[in-house]
């Protein structure tokens, strides 16, 4: 038996066809067209899905189940409530998509389906509970206990993004103030260099930027403060310890056997990954105590098509 | 068949013997005395539950599990890794207990059990997933899913209280800075009433407490604000808006079926409960979603034995 799994993006949809254990056996893909229909996209996507299953060698009769991993959220009914990058609102992707292929259809959040993935065929496989944190442009979460994902009672969990981590803090997009991704994403990054740039414009990223602040970017950033800039190191270690805070909070919380980085800042990789390993222990509660092991994703941009196709009830 | 369940607190020992439902059959006490060996605190501890067995008219063969709530945390192995209050650090509970009576011995940490109380005969009963909170001196927490408890992959999760609530804020005696108990425990609000009696010393609380700030408790503080007082008023305020803010945090972060108010600060009842209901729509990311109901804790100080006594591997 195989699954399909399809990731949702705002520019395209990745589909694979994936095995049992989480390997990718063919791949496909559609442009993301928010000028069509919901029902011509669902078209296009099932096409594609269809095509990418023939290429894999197997058959309808073969597959288990189909999941999607979209940014956003849906009910238990297969009905997207929100899912603004698509411009969908309370449709009936399981309805819809199932006119196509009659399989079990199920809908994850993408960074719940990423996290979702790393667990089953990543850094995080052969563990029963894991929190997956994409540190991007915002910061979303994916939980998974006891093996399986967990969206919550409501399907609104996971937000770790919008954990309040200062009080009357820097205002976020959703209206709140101090959300934790106004801290931990890639966002934060620049917005905190182009503040420090204020006081110092003599820093490495001013020139890397040409001096055009609009381009910069989490990575000019970390690589200033991999080359002894000041604002570079003062900007990297702030979000390492805003990082570490967050983190923290989530073992106060949750405590689960791993917490996995991902998304665009995690490509700094060891040199992220060792500052947050060594910036941790301070914060701490139960000091002598054994606690989450902090890991890189392992499976890139592939764990949405992998986390997709192991969704299940 | 019953249970046995054990309330251990640093001023006394509350036990019960308790039905399959929750509901207590018979109550016993000792008072804890951290001047005796450990060894001599169990054998007074089993001696009692004994006692209270045999006054139940149960007999041992009757005893399914014995479960015992602490305020710390404990191992796999039924060691009591921390509890500061009775002066246990690494103490074998379990097996000390079974020399008095041999059955299955579970531990939890007491805001835990008392969460797990509420969901099983309290008012989070029914649900598959709650939060519980302990608003008191400090902020303790209990994690239910799937209808188990969650104390984390290494025992160290539900420390609701050391969550990160505000960057470099407040110190807290965990050594952190900004630990969300520094802003929604009992202590909380009376810090904020003498910052506040500060600047306006006419309050009524000056009053309430005779001119000594010392014997300011959060029930003059509440009562005062109850009454218009405009600094019982101000500092009330503030509460609900940092314990709305925490509560949408563990909604964003876990979105549980119920979030549970226990603890002394609780005990204000519908004032406080209506205050955070109505400051808490604000803060939630999802707006168009059902999310948590919030409840107040309606068990008191018997979810220490019923939550004890519910404890299973």
Chains 1, 2 share one sequence.
Not at 128 to 140: H, P, Q
Not at 155 to 176: A, F, I, Q, R, Y
Request: charge should be negative; hydrophobic fraction near 40%.
């Amino acid at each position: 038996m195989v699954r399909i799994g399809l990731d949702v993006g705002g520019t395209g949809i990745q589909i694979g066809v994936v095995d049992q254990d989480g390997r990718i056996l063919e791949k496909g893909s559609v442009v993301t067209r928010i000028d069509l229909p919901f029902s011509e996209q669902v078209a296009q996507m099932a096409a594609c899905a269809q095509d990418t299953l023939r290429r894999s060698g197997h058959t309808l009769e073969e597959v288990e189940s189909i999941g999607a991993g979209v940014p956003g959220i849906a009910d238990e009914n297969g009905v997207v409530i929100f899912c603004t990058n698509l411009s969908w609102f309370n449709v009936p992707f399981r309805t819809e998509f199932q006119k196509y292929i009659d399989k079990p259809v199920y809908i994850g959040n993408d960074a719940t389906v990423a996290g979702l993935a790393e667990s089953v065929a990543g850094v995080s496989a052969g563990t029963s509970s894991s929190v997956f944190l994409t540190l991007g442009t915002g910061v979303g979460g994916g939980i998974v206990i006891g093996g399986k994902v967990w969206s919550g009672a409501h399907g609104v969990g996971s937000e770790v993004g919008h954990m309040t981590l200062e009080l009357d803090g820097v205002p976020c997009t959703c209206g709140n103030r101090g959300c934790l991704e106004r801290y931990c994403s890639a966002t934060a990054i620049i917005r905190m260099a182009k503040e420090q740039l204020q006081v110092h414009p003599d820093s490495k990223i001013m020139a890397d930027c040409g001096g055009d602040q609009s381009k910069i970017n989490a990575r000019m950033v970390f690589d200033a403060a991999k080359e002894g800039d000041p604002v570079g190191e003062k900007v990297f270690r702030r979000y390492v310890n805003y990082l570490a805070q967050a983190i923290n909070s989530i073992i106060c919380f949750l405590d689960p056997e791993v917490i996995v980085l991902g998304g665009g800042v995690s490509k700094a990789g060891s040199f992220l990954l060792d500052a947050v390993r060594a910036a941790l222990p301070r914060y701490i509660f139960y000091k002598q105590m054994p606690y989450a092991r902090i890991e890189l994703a392992t499976l890139g941009s592939d764990a949405g098509i992998i986390g997709a196709a192991m969704l299940q009830q």
